[in-house]
T-cell receptor, first 112, second 112 residues
Framework: EPEVTQTPSHQVTQMGQEVILRCVPI?????FYWYRQILGQKVEFLVS????????KSEIFDDQFSVERPDGSNFTLKIRSTKLEDSAMYFC??????????FGSGTRLTVV | GENVEQHPSTLSVQEGDSAVIKCTYS??????FPWYKQELGKGPQLIID?????GEKKDQRIAVTLNKTAKHFSLHITETQPEDSAVYFC???????????FGAGTRLFVKA
């Protein structure tokens, strides 16, 4: 069964540092997403990406966040200057016609 | 903005009993309603979904109903088993697939 792969599974970073979270989408999916889940809370939409550009973003996705597909396969989320409140699980998801949404297993980001 | 309300937040049932989780959504344009199961330390896994042109869908012990007029949809799990214990999230998505709004989740405990 096709999978969405996320790396790393766990990232610890100092406050103020930049982090890049990586995702390998399912190959024939065209819509890509990042979601965030603070421990014990609901899954929150961050951003959607289609046709090499952001199609929609939430209020959480401010200037500190960016996404790109640097090589046509990986889909990355960058946080430029991490804050303590950025600590959460970050899920990449992809959407394909007939498959629906498929989530990766997440990256646990801990900002210290 | 768009919102999805989910109830109850916690549900405890005896093995073999049925479990029902209910959601309401605010965006009348939503036309895709997935349900996800999230086990500890894992990403959400799609278990069933329904589109707005269908009132009910069933897959073995799991069924989902949709009332578009009332903007309600529900998940029904029959003959529950201990391995059904997890957090279940409902979600609603508008046409275009760009954004999915999640409910707050229901923690289901199935007691053996």
């Amino acid at each position: 069964e096709p999978e969405v792969t996320q790396t790393p599974s766990h990232q610890v970073t100092q406050m103020g540092q930049e982090v890049i979270l990586r995702c390998v989408p399912i190959s024939n999916h065209l819509y890509f997403y990042w979601y965030r889940q603070i421990l014990g809370q609901k899954v929150e939409f961050l951003v959607s990406f289609y046709n090499n550009e952001i199609s929609e973003k939430s209020e959480i996705f401010d200037d500190q966040f960016s996404v790109e597909r640097p090589d046509g396969s990986n889909f990355t989320l960058k946080i430029r200057s991490t804050k303590l409140e950025d600590s959460a699980m970050y899920f990449c998801a992809t959407y394909g016609q007939g498959d629906g949404y498929t989530f990766g297993s997440g990256t646990r980001l801990t900002v210290v | 903005g768009e919102n999805v309300e989910q109830h109850p937040s916690t549900l405890s049932v005896q093995e073999g009993d049925s479990a029902v989780i209910k959601c309401t959504y605010s965006d009348s344009a939503s036309n895709y309603f997935p349900w996800y199961k999230q086990e500890l330390g894992k990403g959400p896994q799609l278990i069933i979904d329904i589109r707005s042109n269908v009132g009910e869908k069933k897959d073995q012990r799991i069924a989902v109903t949709l009332n578009k007029t009332a903007k309600h949809f529900s998940l029904h799990i029959t003959e529950t088993q201990p391995e059904d214990s997890a957090v279940y999230f409902c979600a609603a998505s508008p046409p275009g697939g760009f954004k999915t709004i999640f409910g707050a989740g229901t923690r289901l405990f199935v007691k053996a």
